[in-house]
């Protein structure tokens, strides 16, 4: 029970990190259009709300295209009483273009992958 919770929590925050990210993509100017990116795994993205993503791999789907395999950390959260919250997520999978909708700014290109991965 506490294992679903706790995935259900994880998921709760990275949509909420992505649906932010998202809005503040589509307050920005319309003469701003979005570059297309080439993501490779050691990149280090931070997103618009402070959350770190690194990518752990990319592989081509016939089905869904390019999906990336992502670390978050950083999870920005606010207190929740006496509850833990998690604030990384070790390994999920998105879409490239979901990618497109929440990393905002590369910070680091070539960073040593955990040996988990």
Known sequence: MIVKISKLTGWVLLLS?????AQEKAALPTNSSPQRVEYKSGQVWRTYLGATITILAVE?????????HIRVDNIPVESCGGVDLTTAIP??????????KSAYALEKDNVDLPDSY
């Open 17 to 21: 990190i992505i649906s932010a990210g």
């Open 91 to 100: 390994h999920i999978a998105l879409t490239e273009k979901m990618m497109q």
């Open 60 to 68: 081509d789907l016939s089905k869904v295209g390019k999906v990336v």
